[in-house]
């Protein structure tokens, strides 16, 4: 058995369409943010404050977990998780990995003003932008399929989410 994975930028739903598809499959969910912040007794934004090299630490050790647990999971992945191909090695021999896709202004008006994401600092759409452009190829090396989901209910995205897992898992 395989984990569902989910990777994509802020704001592209991971959280919510993970917690919905996780109910569909009947699976955990785990959250690589939480898992961070369980493990470590900080938050994201503590261990980021100490260096972003401390958070991306932690995150790798937390990809490795989640992905080597027995158990089949769905997996949502912080956003810059897969820029470690590490993290990308691991969750593809694992799972099946989709990629959840949006335009710059979807994304930033689903985060609205950052919510605390220390990236976002300074500037949400500036900065989804610029990290939509960089970050491209890594999610392209790390995801088995992509699911575009401007204008799309959450329902919607569900289904295409479990479609393409289907179709990878086969
Ligand atoms: C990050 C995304 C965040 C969190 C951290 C860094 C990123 O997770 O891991 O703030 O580098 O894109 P979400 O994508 O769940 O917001």
């Given at each position: 058995m395989t984990h569902l994975v989910l990777v994509g930028?802020?704001?592209?739903g991971k959280t919510s369409v993970g917690e919905a598809v996780a109910r569909r499959l009947g699976r955990r969910v785990v959250d690589t943010d939480a898992l961070v912040e369980r493990r470590s007794g900080e938050t994201v934004a503590e261990l980021f404050a100490r260096g972003e090299a401390t958070f991306r630490a932690a995150e790798r050790a937390a990809v490795a977990d989640a992905a080597t647990t027995a158990e089949p999971l769905v997996i949502s992945c912080g956003?810059?998780?897969?820029?470690d191909p590490d993290n990308r090695d691991v969750l593809r021999a694992h799972g099946r990995v989709i990629w959840l896709r949006a335009r710059p202004e979807t994304l930033s008006e689903r985060v609205g003003g950052g919510d605390g994401r220390p990236l976002l600092a300074d500037g949400v759409l500036e900065t989804l932008t610029r990290l939509a452009a960089e970050r491209a190829p890594a999610y392209e090396a790390a995801a088995h399929a992509a699911v575009d989901t401007d204008g799309l209910s959450l329902e919607d995205v569900v289904d295409r989410v479990l479609g393409a897992f289907a179709a990878e898992a086969a």
């Open positions: 930028l802020m704001g592209a956003g810059g998780a897969v820029l």
